[in-house]
């Protein structure tokens, strides 16, 4: 079964650089959601799209942001990167927000690390 | 806001064994309840969630958890651990409020399991 595609798996940038991590959810899903985990942490909400709107927002910085395309594909754009930004970003989607027993899936993450 | 707490970081045992993880949730509304497993260099796995009804959860793999609304845990068991269940093991809740607050996760700081043969 096709799972949460993320793109790319690995990211190296330097300070200051920008960066854009992507995510295919599952077909038919129509909510995305990102997190963010720092190394040895647990992940942390940062935001969420539900039928390409903003649904809700983490603790995402304002130099980031993220949108969800016609085709439901999302993509966070990160810029000014700074060393503390080095983490796995998550993606997961799920159908109709709040729809009991909807799973909500990850992708494997993406691996951003900032020199 | 919600917060949830593992209670312990490191669970070690041997194979064979059974185990308990421990997870207590702390929230003004009502919540759901999941647990997640993360294998190294890998994603989260779903390995059951409790939404209402009956309070003892089976999930994959063997586990299940028991969802204690009074003492507001939600511990998750297995009678036999195996090798392969060694990984971390993180406890998360949402709100029960409607929209997309359902997938909007608040996680535990994890349990490392590590099961010795």
């Known amino acids: 079964a096709a799972g949460v595609i993320q793109s790319p798996r690995h990211l190296i940038k330097e300070k200051r650089e920008t960066a854009t991590l992507k995510c295919y959810p599952i077909p038919r899903h129509d909510t995305v959601y990102w997190y963010q985990q720092g190394p040895g942490q647990d992940p942390q909400f940062l935001i969420s799209?539900?039928?390409?709107?903003?649904?809700d927002k983490g603790s995402i910085p304002d130099r980031f942001s993220a949108q969800q395309f016609s085709d439901y594909h999302s993509e966070l754009n990160m810029s000014s990167l700074e060393l503390g930004d080095s983490a796995l970003y998550f993606c997961a989607s799920s159908l109709l927000p709040g729809g009991l027993g909807n799973t909500i899936y990850f992708g494997e993450g993406s691996w951003l690390t900032v020199v | 806001a919600q917060s949830v707490t593992q209670l312990d970081s490191q669970v070690p045992v041997f194979e064979e064994a059974p185990v308990e993880l421990r997870c207590n949730y702390s929230?003004?509304?009502?919540?759901?309840l999941f647990w997640y497993v993360q294998y190294p260099n890998q994603g989260l796995q779903l390995l059951l969630k409790?939404?209402?009804?009956?309070?003892l959860v089976k999930g994959i793999n063997g586990f299940e958890a028991e969802f204690n609304k009074s003492q507001t845990s939600f511990h998750l068991r297995k009678p036999s651990v195996h090798i392969s269940d060694t990984a971390e093991y993180f406890c998360?809740?949402?709100?029960?409020?409607?929209?997309?607050?359902?997938?909007?996760?608040?996680f535990g700081q994890g349990t490392i399991l590590t099961v010795h043969p």
């Open positions: 929230s003004s509304v009502s919540v759901y």
């Open positions: 998360a809740s949402s709100a029960n409020a409607g929209g997309t607050s359902y997938g909007k996760l608040t």
């Open positions: 409790y939404l209402s009804g009956s309070t």
């Open positions: 799209f539900y039928e390409k709107m903003q649904s």
